[in-house]
């Protein structure tokens, strides 16, 4: 069972910045991860994903301000967002796919508010 914590989430103003953090356990491969997020009565959403060979792909939303990485030990994925609006409010979830199962994390809360 592949476990996913997150962590990084909390509140800021507009134009502030944010990391999240998703740490996995480091007997697991994961080579394909992303960044999901959700609000209240709508659908989870991709925003950033990367996968093995470090191609990554942004929603629409996060192009330009947000960046997902990798740390080289392979099992921290890391959401670096930059010049958040009030829309990115939401709940993040790290998610995984591994033998075709999709891999999810409890979520941290990011709030965006003056």
């Known amino acids: 069972q592949v476990k996913l914590v997150e962590s990084g989430g909390g509140s800021v103003q507009p134009g502030g910045s944010l990391t999240l953090s998703c740490t996995f356990g480091?007997?697991?491969?994961?080579?394909?991860m992303a960044w999901y997020r959700q609000t209240p009565g709508q659908q989870r959403e991709l925003v950033a994903r990367?996968?093995?060979?470090?191609?990554?792909t942004y929603a629409d939303s996060a192009k330009g301000r947000f960046t997902i990485s990798r740390e080289p030990a392979r099992n921290i994925l890391y959401l670096q967002m930059n010049l958040l609006k009030t829309e990115d409010t939401a709940v993040y979830y790290c998610?995984?796919?591994?033998?075709?199962?999709?891999?999810w994390g409890q979520g941290t809360q990011v709030t965006v508010s003056s």
């Open positions: 990367i996968v093995d060979n470090g191609v990554t």
């Open positions: 480091s007997q697991w491969r994961l080579n394909d």
């Open positions: 998610n995984a796919v591994r033998a075709a199962i999709n891999y």
